[in-house]
């Protein structure tokens, strides 16, 4: 089963605009992940943020992490046509499931970027 | 540098057969893992391996195998095929550290399509 949960399921936006995505999970974590799919594609990462990090930016990403709520937001700033995508956050450690070397996905958010 | 490689994309079978898929980690890398994607369960960790050991395993029953050789390439096979093992599956690799540690680099995936 799935560490946690993201919000929204899906999103709409106009290019241009900026994308927030949040991301809620439920035990301790080493690191968290961001991960973008382009339709039932392979994954690609985006970004990782360790523990004991609270912002972290990436050219038009920037990820926040707050332990003390167990949550992470992803946003994108000036989004493109082409960020249309499925965007999942992974968390690793933690005591969740035993084996703690691994990445549990969260449910993950369809963004639409509307040229 | 060529990225992870999966064969074949695109695999029909009936049920009851079984089913090997590869997966091709970067030059270099030597953890590979293997994740199943299903519209209902989402991504969910099969197993990991490092030099030919399973360091890590998820929560699939005993006919989800894999292996990895000398060059790291690896395996893995699902035996007595059910309908609900139609997914997206996807190995990922990375040096030697796991997502613990590093980032994951995933395949394009393999389709399977169990009739």
């Known amino acids: 089963s799935q560490q946690g949960e993201e919000d929204p399921q899906a999103l709409s936006i106009q290019e241009g605009e900026n994308a927030t995505m949040n991301c809620s999970y439920k035990?301790?974590?080493?690191?968290l992940q961001w991960y973008r799919q382009n339709s039932g594609r392979g994954l690609v990462h985006l970004i990782l943020i360790r523990s004991n990090e609270r912002e972290k930016h990436s050219g038009r990403l920037r990820v926040t992490l707050d332990t003390s709520k167990k949550s992470s937001s992803l946003l994108i700033t000036a989004s493109r046509a082409a960020d249309t995508a499925s965007y999942f956050c992974a968390t690793v450690g933690g005591d969740y499931g035993g084996a703690t070397n691994k990445l549990i996905f969260g449910t993950g958010t369809l963004l639409a970027v509307q040229p | 540098k060529a990225g992870v490689t999966q064969t074949p994309r695109y695999l029909i079978k009936t049920r009851g057969q079984q089913v090997t898929l590869s997966c091709s980690p970067i030059s270099g890398h030597r953890s590979v893992s293997w994740y199943q994607q299903t519209p209902g369960q989402g991504l969910q960790f099969l197993f990991e391996y490092f030099s030919e050991t399973q360091r890590n395993k998820g929560n699939f029953p005993g006919r989800f195998s894999g292996r990895q050789f000398s060059n790291s390439r690896s395996e893995m096979n699902v035996s007595t095929l059910e309908l609900g093992d139609s997914a997206l599956y996807l190995c990922?690799?990375?040096f030697g550290g796991g997502p613990l540690q590093e980032t994951q680099y995933f395949g394009p995936g393999t389709r399977l399509l169990v009739l």
């Open positions: 990922a690799s990375s």
């Open positions: 035990t301790s974590i080493n690191n």
